[in-house]
């Protein structure tokens, strides 16, 4: 398997980003047009948090995916650089990916609290396991260098 492997479920929750990202855009745009907003929504945050309540969840679903993801973000390089991103970090990659497509459209979709909550600690399990997995190989790849060494 080649290191490249990792950037495909890369992409995907990019992808998921983007999706969630238009989702909110276009939600928005269609609040807007059906409630015209007026100078007093905007007054100040909490006003326009008000504002915008009826479509507030891709946007907290947006705001979501730029927390626990970060370290999926930040794991993806650093696989690929020490040629660590083997067959069971895409498989996991993969995992966290999809737990991460099934949470935002509970989240968006049907905002049922319980099995949203249920995914999202699922995907902290396995975004964990990838992180611990990297730390293992790298202690074992310090090891063999320095018995090499």
Not at 2 to 19: R, S
Not at 61 to 78: H, K, Q
């Amino acid at each position: 398997m080649t290191v490249i492997a990792i950037l495909w479920p890369t992409f995907a929750l990019v992808t998921l980003v983007v999706v969630v990202w238009f989702t909110m855009v276009v939600q928005r745009l269609g609040h807007i047009k059906r409630n015209p907003p007026s100078a007093r929504d905007f007054a100040d945050g909490e006003s326009a948090l008000r504002y915008f309540r009826p479509v507030e969840m891709p946007t907290h679903n947006f705001a979501n995916l730029f927390e626990m993801p970060v370290l999926f973000f930040a794991l993806i390089p650093l696989l690929m650089i020490t040629h660590q991103a083997n067959h069971i970090q895409v498989i996991l990659a993969w995992a966290y990916v999809v737990l991460r497509a099934i949470h935002s459209f509970i989240h968006i979709g049907p905002k049922k609290v319980r099995p949203r909550f249920m995914v999202y600690l699922l995907s902290c399990a396995v975004l964990m396991a990838m992180w611990i997995g990297f730390f293992v190989d790298m202690l074992t790849a310090a090891n063999t260098l320095s018995t090499i060494g």
